[in-house]
């Protein structure tokens, strides 16, 4: 049995879930031979799958989303493969109280990070992108790496989306050496573009406290924003702009891909070649994937959608343990699951489902090797 869930959102690390179900079906079955691979799609909980599957913990001080500093977490493998995930440093829970800040929020600490990720030896750099506080186009992650982002009077743009429109020239010369010598791979679910109507600030904004105002000047900066870095890169910045991935995480794909030269990848794929998922399939003999909340999203690049892709492919069976199911069977069957378990079958009440969800999924873990495995 090979369990290959990501976390349950606000209750459960995707370690602890491949606990929780280890133990259900051995409840079921005694000495089944169980092994787990917790896995993530380049949103948060991608660092803390890195560290299960064996890359070393690392930590550096940054400038948190709002300029309060905070300590960001990375990964780093022997072969110097690390993992950056970008709301460790810029992400929405380091607002100081829950406050947004949609016009001002930063993405300075994660070009931090990745300087972190440099001084430790990365050679490459898994970047996943997700949970983001910021609509600055990457802009701060940019200027912690070396390049210069001027007004009218020569003076540094402030912090956030909203002061970009104030943006006069863009020099990326000064970004450091070692990131043309380090293969970035931006890992995301998100396909939008930087701007226009499923850019970032209209999709992503109003969950980052973007009132309508706030999401017309957030548009109308970044698209400033690309203007400029048009002249002072060429033409690849226009394009940029409209490719899928530029507005992951308030566009931060887009200065990554502009300044960084990053390849983008759907994140699940990325992740599941670096957690070592491949070796793992080959020994299964039958598949667990789960989330939190098995809904639409999941079949638009989330973790189970690819566990399950990649498990039909191999021909082996997949079933699927959730927090709440949301799909109907027909969207599951065309997914590769042939049944989910969900927690609110077993308990209706939402907040003891997340209070509960260990135990809970002990018994749905229990309910699944019953049905399939007994």
Not at 136 to 143: E, P, Y
Not at 229 to 237: D, Q
Request: with cysteine; charged share 20%.
């Amino acid at each position: 049995m090979l369990i290959a869930a990501d976390k349950f959102k606000g209750s459960l690390t995707a370690v602890e879930v491949a606990e929780h179900v280890t133990a259900g079906l051995r409840r079921a079955v005694p000495g089944l031979d169980v092994a787990a691979v917790p896995v993530a799609d380049g949103g948060d909980g991608t660092v803390a799958a890195a560290l299960a599957a064996g890359f070393t913990r690392h930590e550096a001080r940054v400038t948190g989303p709002t300029g309060v500093p905070v300590t960001a977490t990375f990964a780093l493998r022997a072969d110097g493969t690390a993992v950056v995930e970008m709301a460790e440093a810029s992400g929405l829970q380091h607002l100081p109280g829950g406050v947004f800040a949609p016009l001002t929020a930063t993405t300075y600490g994660t070009g931090e990070l990745l300087l972190a990720a440099l001084d430790a030896g990365a050679t490459s750099i898994v970047f996943g992108v997700g949970g983001s506080a910021t609509t600055d186009g990457g802009a701060g992650m940019l200027a912690a790496l070396g390049a210069r982002f001027l007004d009218a009077d020569g003076e540094p743009v402030g912090p956030g989306g909203g002061p970009l429109r104030e943006l006069a020239t863009a020099d990326l010369s000064g970004l450091d050496p070692r990131l043309a010598r380090t293969a970035i791979v931006l890992a995301s679910d998100v396909d939008n573009p930087l701007t226009g109507p499923k850019g970032a600030p209209a999709v992503y904004g109003p969950q980052k406290g973007a009132d309508e105002d706030d999401v017309a000047t957030l548009d109308a900066a970044l698209a400033h924003y690309a203007e400029v870095l048009e002249r002072a890169v060429g033409p690849k910045a226009a394009e940029y702009a409209l490719a899928p991935g530029a507005g992951a995480a308030g566009g931060i794909g887009y200065g990554a891909l502009v300044g960084l030269d990053a390849a983008f990848r759907p994140g699940i794929d990325v992740m599941l070649d670096v957690l070592g998922f491949g070796p793992a399939l080959a020994k299964a003999t039958f598949v667990i994937t789960g989330e939190g909340s098995l809904d639409a999203q999941t079949l638009h690049g989330k973790a189970p959608a690819g566990v399950a892709a990649a498990a039909r492919a191999a021909g082996l069976d997949v079933v699927a343990v959730c927090g709440r199911l949301q799909l109907p069977q027909e969207a599951l069957d065309r997914a590769g699951i042939r049944r989910a378990y969900a927690l609110t079958d077993l308990e209706s009440d939402p907040a003891r489902c997340m209070a509960e969800a260990g135990p809970l999924l002990e018994r749905a873990a229990e309910n699944l090797a019953r049905d399939f495995l007994v």
